[in-house]
């Protein structure tokens, strides 16, 4: 078989595999090159995993919840299956992301890839080298470590996966999603959490309304938070890892997680050898077609450092295989981008935050505060927590944020009708369907506060 190709694809995932596919449908002659496995981080050891780990924390919650409703539950919960059945998904999703790219004629090589040129990759296993018209890198990105003694004893998100059995105790530090997403897991799961945040708040460039919101749902499921301090030093102590944090004290836990931000995956790849631009931490330096310093080189995904969300590495897939092989010159817009922690409370925004909004112009806010109906006949205090943001006297909606039950499928919803522009008058004209927590989002009457001059009034 030729080794030439019109585009030579390094990397998998979710980015990786819409470009290759794309361009291959559009007629071009296409290989891409995964050393581990086709699906990348979302799909093998990320969103999907560990939204399928969610659900399994949820049924504690669900089972205390379950009493007021009548039911009497007898539950055990059993982590090897939860493993197993993960692990069955994750085979099948794979499967069909080989099948995608098969269809439409993408060669899939088992392989490292490193860039020898402007048109050149080499497979480093294989020794066999690649020629191609254009490359795209898609090689995402990996956990970042912090540098301190023992820290080899800790685990990231990878690991998380696979644990052969659950700690009796864990310490996780970070205030980002994977760190509070995790915590939701493990406590939901029986594990004693807790994390530990540089920080004085979760969720750093949220809305403060629901970084205090979800840190009052993760303190009522028992887990316990521990600010402006880090993990200074790990130590074996028999079964259990001794943290000493920053502040000079030391606790031991069952494990030590590691969710303190992820880098690009850029090391080895040949990238400035090739003369090939990087920002800072690696990052691949692009322009807004996702093109490098080098002509024949693109980048999509993670590993610029863009947006570090999977919807938005397909999407750059798409416009690059537009652009490059469809003669259609397509961009990504950057400006509305939502976003869900999956956490318990579930969180989930688009658009500017409350500080960020007041900052721009005169703005209202709509604010609610309530129990899910859920939660009435029960003892548990939990408030869904919704945010309207709109520009003054029922403009247009700037940004929306929630936080409860069901929060990331309201905002996928509702971004739709930012995308629109719509104003506080679009809101109102949606009949509320009853009894749903949604319903608030088109029933606000007045606001609960306005800003004017970039004042709080």
């Known amino acids: 078989m030729s080794d030439a190709y019109d585009l030579v694809v390094i990397g998998a995932g979710s980015g990786g595999v819409r470009a290759a596919r794309m361009a291959a449908t559009y007629g071009a002659r296409v290989a891409i090159i995964e050393e581990y496995r086709v699906g990348g981080t979302c799909v093998i050891r990320g969103c999907v995993p560990k939204k399928l780990f969610v659900y399994a924390s949820r049924f504690s919650d669900m089972f205390e919840i379950a009493r007021s409703f009548g039911w009497t539950v007898d539950a055990k919960f059993d982590w090897p299956t939860l493993l197993a059945n993960k692990d069955k998904e994750i085979d099948r999703l794979e499967s069909a992301y080989v099948a995608g790219l098969e269809k439409p004629g993408v060669e899939i090589i ?77 406590a939901g799961l029986g594990v004693d959490t807790t994390i530990i945040y540089r920080g004085d708040c979760i969720l750093r460039g949220f809305d403060e309304d629901m970084r205090r919101g979800l840190e009052a749902g993760l303190t009522e499921r028992g887990i316990k938070l521990i600010y402006q301090t880090t993990i200074a030093r790990l130590e074996k102590r028999g079964t259990d890892i001794l943290a000493t944090m920053s502040d000079g004290v030391s606790a031991p836990y069952g494990a030590v997680m590691f969710a303190t931000g992820r880098r690009p995956n850029t090391h080895g790849l040949g990238l400035a050898e090739a003369g090939v631009k990087l920002h800072a931490h690696g990052a691949i330096e692009v322009d807004e077609y996702s093109r490098t310093s080098v002509a024949s080189i693109y980048a999509v995904g993670d590993v610029t450092n863009r947006a570090q969300l999977t919807p938005v590495a397909i999407r750059e897939g798409s416009a690059f295989a537009a652009t490059v092989f469809n003669n259609t010159p397509t961009t990504v817009d950057y400006s509305l981008i939502g976003t869900a ?35 009435t006949l029960s003892t548990k205090s939990e408030r869904v927590i919704m945010k309207l943001i709109t520009e003054a006297d029922g403009g247009r909606v700037l940004g929306l944020h929630i936080l409860g039950p069901g929060a990331a499928e309201m905002v996928q919803m509702g971004a739709i009708a930012m995308g629109m522009r719509a104003n506080k008058a679009d809101f109102d004209r949606a009949m509320a369907m009853h009894p749903t927590a949604a319903e608030e989002l088109v029933t606000f009457k007045a606001p609960s506060y306005v800003y004017r001059g970039g004042k709080k009034q």
């Open 110 to 186: 088992r392989d490292r890839g490193v860039i020898t040129g402007p048109n050149g990759v080499k497979l480093l296993h294989s020794g066999r080298e690649l020629s191609a018209r254009y490359i795209l890198v898609a090689t995402g990105g990996h956990p970042q470590i912090p540098e301190i003694p023992g820290k080899e004893l800790g685990i990231t998100s990878n690991e998380a996966f696979h644990l052969k059995a659950l700690p009796h105790s864990i310490l996780i530090e970070g205030g980002g999603y994977i760190a509070v997403e995790f915590a939701t897991i493990f």
């Open 341 to 375: 922690v999956f956490a318990e409370p579930e969180l989930a925004t688009i658009g500017l935050n409350e500080a960020d909004a007041a900052t721009h112009d005169n703005i209202d806010v709509y604010l609610a505060r309530f129990r899910p109906m859920m939660n």
